[in-house]
């Protein structure tokens, strides 16, 4: 079974050929400001054919929901879900009893009480410490100063990895990350990715076998310092019958990378956007200076506004009705976290800004159903501690002569975030 769709090409195309908004929509469109289009879509066709993805956009939020829920019909354990090349089967990309048995072993650790007590503090501290770093300064990317770094900390401490340099980890992420988007580039006519190039494909096997034997040690190391991924290898290691087979070594590694990949990617994006977001509206900045308890709700609501991670992909495992469209076993379902944050229907005035929003937290960013994010509340508390420093400079605001704003079909945040202060 190859997991690829039926073969009715003529009844397919047919099928297809109605979504005239989708066949207009480019990737250029999608990757800078792509707010407009996705309302156009949300409205008229919110369920979509785009040929640019060679595949379905939902992007109302209610449908987004239906597919995020049923991992029965709407699939991410499919041969071209690209990850699983790269590191092996993991949570990301397995469904069903697998997907429970890899994911089961992370829960306690990443739940918010054990958050919160184990990690708080060093998040606030490392925060804290990046801006009191760059105040003197003036001036700063706070990409690369303080929501890069922060992301790539806590995530080396949470891995057991905090004696490794962190421009290490980031060689190690960027050459897994290159090798999993190569695989997953924009998809020709007949539904294949293009071929990886085999520098590439090299370099992110070689990085991921340099994290592979990293993780290792720490899961061997008899007596070292507990971190959450040595609780999960251990917990693993102990499951019982009733909890079935317990995880294997690599599978608690697989796992550990995909973490990696969320702990520093989205984890970044979020907290770039929330910046980004409150420096962008001088009137909600003032808001959350008056009263620092409104930071958890800006960056709920720069989470709904724009969404690290814009789009979730499934595969149909079935023909299915959906939004008024067919969609057909095994074509590519993406879901857009982004329309479904600016959907009308739930979201007043879905395009500003609020941080006084009452229903913000009814965002999709962290995803939903069996696939929600695992990380929901560590990458929360890091976004709100670097919110909660940055917001001390004083002064703070954007670089006028330096301007950005988030970008990426994928993930979306700014390429950089030049701001300026009072030193």
């Not at 690290?308 to 009705?321: G, K």
């Amino acid at each position: 079974m190859s997991g690829l769709p039926e073969q009715r090409p003529a009844d397919a195309a047919a099928g297809r050929s109605s979504f005239p908004l989708g066949a207009a929509v480019t990737l250029a469109d999608l990757e800078a400001e792509p707010h407009p289009v996705l309302a156009r879509l949300r409205r008229d066709e919110p369920v979509s054919w785009l040929p640019a993805l060679n595949g379905w956009l939902v992007t109302r939020r209610d449908l987004a929901l239906l597919v995020l829920r049923d991992s029965a019909a709407f699939t991410v354990d499919d041969p071209r879900f690209s990850t699983a090349q790269v590191v092996g089967p993991s949570m990301l990309s397995l469904d069903g009893t697998e997907h429970g048995r890899h994911r089961a072993p992370f829960t306690a650790g990443f739940s918010h009480g054990a958050v919160r007590s184990r990690l708080a503090s060093a998040v606030v501290a490392e925060a804290d410490a990046l801006v009191a770093s760059l105040r003197p300064l003036g001036a700063a990317d706070l990409r690369t100063g303080l929501a890069g770094p922060l992301a790539v900390g806590v995530v080396a401490q949470t891995l057991g990895l905090g004696q490794a340099d962190p421009g290490t980890v980031l060689e190690w992420y960027g050459a897994i990350v290159a090798a999993v988007s190569a695989l997953a580039g924009t998809p020709g006519p007949d539904g294949t990715g293009p071929a990886v190039e085999g520098a590439v494909a090299r370099a992110g096997a070689d990085a991921f076998a340099l994290l592979d034997a990293r993780l290792r040690a720490v899961i061997g190391t008899a007596g070292g310092p507990r971190s959450l991924l040595a609780d999960a290898a251990g917990s693993a290691a102990g499951s019982g019958a009733a909890a079935g087979p317990g995880l294997s070594t690599s599978e608690v590694v697989s796992n550990a990378a995909v973490i990696m990949f969320g702990g520093i990617e989205t984890t970044e994006g979020m907290i770039g956007n929330a910046i980004y977001h409150l420096l962008s509206y001088p009137a909600q900045l003032s808001l959350v200076l008056a009263d620092p308890g409104l930071v958890p709700a800006a960056v709920e609501e720069s989470l709904r506004l724009e969404p690290a991670a814009a789009v979730v992909d499934r595969y149909a495992t079935r023909d299915v009705q959906l939004g008024g469209a067919m969609i057909r076993r095994g074509d590519l379902v993406s879901v857009s976290l982004a329309g479904a944050g600016r959907d009308p229907e739930v979201f007043t005035d879905p395009d500003a800004f609020d941080v006084r929003r009452p229903n913000a937290r009814l965002h999709l960013a962290f995803a939903y159903g069996p696939h929600f994010c695992l990380g929901a509340h560590l990458a929360r508390l890091e976004a709100q501690a670097a919110v909660r420093a940055v917001l001390g400079l004083p002064g703070l605001r954007l670089d006028p002569e330096r301007p950005s704003a988030p970008h990426g079909l994928v993930f979306r945040k700014p390429p950089s975030l030049h701001v300026r202060w009072e030193p």
